[in-house]
């Protein structure tokens, strides 16, 4: 993975994972690919869900959802980058 980590990292924004999705769309899938980021998807749903609900009666539990979400796109930028160095890989191995 070719994420960056310490203080150069900056952190991925939850309202970022739909905009992931759509580009891992475009890349070639890895086979171990397809349940992990259909899991973080719902699970994203159900936190957008949870949002919604709690709003009204816990709106402290907004912080929480709000850094769940972003660990979602984090994880969905995570994929897409293994996806892209997977492709590279490929492109590179069929042109040698």
């Known amino acids: 993975m070719n994420c960056p980590s310490g203080p150069a990292a900056k952190p991925v924004a939850g309202n970022e994972f ?44 907004a912080v929480w959802i709000e850094k769940e979400r972003g660990g979602c796109a984090y994880f969905a930028a995570a ?12 492109m590179t191995g069929q042109e040698s």
């Open 79 to 90: 994929d897409l980058d293994r996806r892209i160095v997977y492709s590279r890989m490929k």
């Open 18 to 61: 739909r905009r992931l999705q759509q580009l891992m769309a475009v890349c070639p899938r890895l086979a171990a690919d397809g349940y992990k980021i259909r899991a973080v998807a719902l699970y994203f749903g159900l936190l957008g869900l949870t949002r919604s609900l709690l709003k009204w009666w816990m709106p402290s539990a």
